[in-house]
C-alpha cells in the first residue's frame, strides 16, 4: 500500500501569529555537553513524584534510575551524566517553584550505566511488555503534555485503538526542534510509530505535518513510502497541534466534551516521543536528553540543541553564544503557551521543547489592571474549543466558580488564542488558568469529602459527626 498525501482542512478558531521560526529552522541539531553541576527535578511529567532513589556522595552514570515511583502514573527519572551525588535538596524548577532534586557533579566522561542494554526485538514482545519497556525509559510525552507513555498506551478494553496520529504540526511559533527531528531522522521517528502502533493494536498510522513545512513533508513522504503510512498536510493555524483539534480535522471524529481520544480509537503521540521510544529500543538508552530550539533576536546563535536533561538553561543559552543584547523576557516554551522564567538558572526537563528570549520591544504588553471586555466576540471566534473565553474570565475575576464548570471551562486547553486575538489585551487565558486551578481544587475537596462520608456510613455512621 502506498503513501497517501492529503490536504486537511482546518477546523473552526484558532489564530495567524508570525510563525517566527526562521531563526532556527534551517539549523541542523547539534550536542552540547551538559552543566558542571545538573539539577534534576523529581517531578517532570504528569502523576506522582518520584522517590529519589540515590543519596549524597553516590556514583552515578549516564543513565543511572535516580528516582522513581511506585504508582502507575508515573516514571523513573535518570541521571543524564557520570559523576557524584552531592545533594538532595529542593531547587528552582521551571514550571513548579522549587522541587526536591538530585544534584549531580558532572565529571565530563559520560560514562553509560553498566546495567543498560537493548531491551531487544520489539517484533518479538507482546504490547504489554513494550509499554514495560517503555515506562523503565522513563518516556514521556515530549510535545509539552509529559503525560507518561506507557499510561496513554493503555486503555481501557471498553476503547480499542485503530489508529495512532504522530503529530509533526508543531504551530508554536519559534519551535523547530520537532521540524529538525524529522528533516534529520524521518526513519527513526517512523521506527517509533511502529512500536507505538503495536503497543496499542493499531492498524492505521497517521503523521501529520503542516503545510508551512513542506522540506518536512517531502522527507517524511520518501521514508513512509510503502509503508502503508499516510502523510497528513495540515493547512497552517494555531493551534492546529492540539490533539482533539487533530483528531477533527484528519478523522472526523469528536472527542466528547471532558473525554480523551481513545474514546474515538485513536493515540496521538508527539514525534518527539516517538524518536524516544525508537531510540531506546535500538541503544537501550533512557530519556535522559531532548532537542531544544533557544531562539528569538536577543540571542547570539540560536540554534536546535540535543540538551542533556538538567542543564541549566544558562548553559544551554551560553552555547548557542549567550545574549548580543539584554532580553525584557526568557520564556520556556513559546511565545503563546510558554512560561516566563525569572531565573536561567532552572534546568532544562523533559517539558523543555524551547528556550525563547524576547527583547524590550517584543516583550512590551500592558495587562489591564482590571479586565475590560468590548464584547466584540474576537475570543469566542478564536477558541478552537468554541468555548466562551469572556465569560471564562469574567468569572474567575469574580470567583464564580459554579458558573466556569457549568461553562466548561475544563474543556480549555490554554492555547492562548483568546488573549492574542483580544484588543484591549484581557490577561483571558492567565484568568483562566486560575479558574480551572480553583474548580480542580473544588473538585478534589469535594470528591474527598464524599469518600469520607461513604466510608462513615460504612462504619456505620450517620455522616453527621454524632
Same mark, same amino acid.
Request: net charge neutral; with cysteine; hydrophobic share 35%.
Given at each position: 500500500?502506498? =503513501?497517501?498525501?492529503?490536504?486537511?482542512?482546518?477546523?473552526?478558531?484558532?489564530?495567524?501569529?508570525?510563525?517566527?521560526?526562521?531563526?532556527?529552522?534551517?539549523?541542523?541539531?547539534?550536542?552540547?555537553?551538559?552543566?558542571?553541576?545538573?539539577?534534576?527535578?523529581?517531578?517532570?511529567?504528569?502523576?506522582?513524584?518520584?522517590?529519589?532513589?540515590?543519596?549524597?556522595?553516590? /556514583?552515578?552514570?549516564?543513565?543511572? &534510575?535516580?528516582?522513581?515511583?511506585?504508582?502507575?502514573?508515573?516514571?523513573?527519572?535518570?541521571?543524564?551524566?557520570?559523576?557524584?551525588?552531592?545533594?538532595?535538596?529542593?531547587?528552582?524548577?521551571?514550571?513548579?517553584?522549587?522541587?526536591?532534586?538530585?544534584?549531580?557533579?558532572?565529571?565530563?566522561?559520560?560514562?553509560?550505566?553498566?546495567?543498560?542494554?537493548?531491551?531487544?526485538?520489539?517484533?518479538?514482545?507482546?504490547?504489554?511488555?513494550?509499554?514495560?519497556?517503555?515506562?523503565?525509559?522513563?518516556?514521556?510525552?515530549?510535545?509539552?503534555?509529559?503525560?507518561?507513555?506507557?499510561?496513554?498506551?493503555?486503555?481501557?478494553?471498553?476503547?480499542?485503538?485503530?489508529?495512532?496520529?504522530?503529530?509533526?504540526?508543531?504551530?508554536?511559533?519559534?519551535?523547530?526542534?520537532?521540524?529538525?527531528?524529522?528533516?534529520?531522522?524521518?526513519?527513526?521517528?517512523?521506527?517509533?510509530?511502529?512500536?507505538?502502533?503495536?503497543?496499542?493494536?493499531?492498524?492505521?498510522? &497517521?503523521?501529520?505535518?503542516?503545510?508551512?513545512?513542506?522540506? +518536512?513533508?517531502?522527507?517524511?513522504?520518501?521514508? +513512509?513510502?510503502?509503508?502503508?503510512?499516510?502523510?497528513?498536510?495540515?493547512?497552517?493555524?494555531?493551534?492546529?497541534?492540539?490533539?482533539?483539534?487533530?483528531?477533527?480535522?484528519?478523522? /472526523?471524529?469528536?472527542?466528547?466534551?471532558?473525554?480523551?481520544?481513545?474514546?474515538?480509537?485513536?493515540?496521538?503521540?508527539?514525534?518527539?516521543?516517538?524518536?524516544?521510544?525508537?531510540?531506546?529500543?535500538?541503544?537501550? %538508552?533512557? =530519556?535522559?536528553?531532548?532537542?531544544?530550539?533557544?531562539?528569538?533576536?536577543?540571542?547570539?546563535?540560536?540554534?536546535?540543541? %540535543?540538551?542533556?536533561?538538567?542543564?541549566?538553561?544558562?548553559?544551554?543559552?551560553?552555547? $548557542?553564544?549567550?545574549?548580543?543584547?539584554?532580553?525584557?523576557?526568557?520564556?520556556?516554551?513559546?511565545?503563546? %503557551?510558554?512560561?516566563?522564567?525569572?531565573?536561567?538558572?532552572?534546568?532544562?526537563?523533559?517539558?523543555?521543547?524551547?528556550?525563547?528570549?524576547?527583547?524590550?520591544?517584543?516583550?512590551? @504588553?500592558?495587562?489591564?489592571?482590571?479586565?475590560? $471586555?468590548?464584547? $466584540?466576540?474576537? $475570543?469566542?471566534?478564536?477558541?478552537?474549543? #468554541?468555548?466562551?473565553?469572556? @465569560?471564562?474570565?469574567?468569572?474567575?475575576?469574580?470567583?464564580?466558580?459554579?458558573?466556569?464548570?457549568?461553562?466548561?471551562?475544563?474543556?480549555?486547553?490554554?492555547?492562548?488564542?483568546?488573549? @492574542?486575538?483580544?484588543?484591549?489585551?484581557?490577561?483571558?487565558?492567565? =484568568?483562566?488558568? %486560575?479558574?480551572?486551578?480553583?474548580?480542580?481544587?473544588?473538585?478534589?475537596?469535594?470528591?474527598?469529602?464524599?469518600?469520607?462520608?461513604?466510608?462513615?456510613?460504612?462504619?456505620?455512621?450517620?455522616?453527621? #459527626?454524632?
Amino acid at each position: 500500500m502506498g =503513501l497517501a498525501l492529503k490536504f486537511i482542512n482546518r477546523t473552526k478558531g484558532g489564530v495567524h501569529p508570525p510563525g517566527s521560526k526562521g531563526y532556527t529552522e534551517e539549523k541542523p541539531i547539534r550536542e552540547i555537553e551538559a552543566s558542571s553541576t545538573i539539577f534534576m527535578p523529581m517531578r517532570q511529567h504528569i502523576g506522582t513524584q518520584c522517590v529519589p532513589s540515590v543519596k549524597k556522595g553516590d /556514583q552515578v552514570y549516564a543513565g543511572t &534510575v535516580i528516582g522513581d515511583s511506585d504508582a502507575y502514573v508515573s516514571v523513573p527519572i535518570h541521571s543524564s551524566v557520570s559523576g557524584k551525588v552531592i545533594q538532595v535538596a529542593p531547587h528552582v524548577h521551571p514550571a513548579l517553584g522549587d522541587v526536591l532534586s538530585v544534584l549531580i557533579e558532572n565529571d565530563s566522561r559520560y560514562e553509560i550505566d553498566p546495567s543498560l542494554q537493548p531491551p531487544g526485538k520489539w517484533e518479538n514482545m507482546d504490547a504489554d511488555e513494550i509499554r514495560q519497556k517503555i515506562r523503565d525509559a522513563g518516556i514521556v510525552g515530549m510535545g509539552g503534555a509529559v503525560f507518561p507513555t506507557h499510561v496513554k498506551l493503555n486503555p481501557p478494553r471498553e476503547f480499542p485503538i485503530d489508529t495512532v496520529i504522530l503529530n509533526g504540526v508543531e504551530c508554536e511559533p519559534y519551535l523547530t526542534s520537532d521540524y529538525r527531528l524529522m528533516l534529520e531522522q524521518p526513519e527513526v521517528l517512523l521506527e517509533g510509530l511502529r512500536i507505538i502502533m503495536r503497543a496499542v493494536g493499531a492498524a492505521k498510522g &497517521v503523521i501529520a505535518i503542516e503545510d508551512n513545512k513542506p522540506e +518536512a513533508i517531502k522527507k517524511i513522504q520518501q521514508v +513512509a513510502s510503502g509503508s502503508g503510512i499516510r502523510v497528513s498536510s495540515i493547512k497552517t493555524r494555531y493551534p492546529q497541534g492540539a490533539e482533539k483539534i487533530l483528531i477533527k480535522s484528519l478523522l /472526523q471524529r469528536k472527542v466528547p466534551e471532558g473525554g480523551l481520544p481513545m474514546q474515538v480509537g485513536v493515540v496521538v503521540d508527539n514525534v518527539g516521543t516517538a524518536h524516544a521510544v525508537a531510540n531506546y529500543f535500538s541503544t537501550g %538508552m533512557p =530519556l535522559i536528553k531532548r532537542v531544544v530550539t533557544v531562539t528569538g533576536s536577543p540571542i547570539s546563535d540560536p540554534s536546535n540543541l %540535543m540538551v542533556p536533561l538538567g542543564t541549566t538553561f544558562a548553559d544551554a543559552i551560553e552555547a $548557542c553564544g549567550g545574549f548580543k543584547e539584554e532580553p525584557a523576557k526568557v520564556v520556556m516554551g513559546g511565545p503563546m %503557551m510558554g512560561l516566563t522564567q525569572y531565573t536561567l538558572e532552572v534546568p532544562v526537563i523533559k517539558s523543555t521543547s524551547g528556550i525563547l528570549a524576547l527583547s524590550t520591544g517584543e516583550a512590551k @504588553y500592558s495587562v489591564p489592571t482590571e479586565p475590560v $471586555c468590548i464584547r $466584540c466576540a474576537r $475570543c469566542v471566534d478564536a477558541c478552537p474549543m #468554541g468555548l466562551n473565553p469572556s @465569560y471564562l474570565a469574567a468569572y474567575a475575576y469574580h470567583e464564580k466558580w459554579e458558573e466556569l464548570e457549568r461553562l466548561r471551562i475544563a474543556d480549555c486547553m490554554e492555547c492562548g488564542c483568546c488573549t @492574542y486575538a483580544c484588543p484591549t489585551k484581557n490577561p483571558i487565558v492567565q =484568568l483562566v488558568k %486560575m479558574g480551572k486551578a480553583e474548580t480542580a481544587r473544588r473538585k478534589e475537596r469535594s470528591d474527598r469529602t464524599v469518600a469520607e462520608l461513604d466510608a462513615i456510613k460504612k462504619e456505620g455512621g450517620n455522616g453527621t #459527626g454524632e
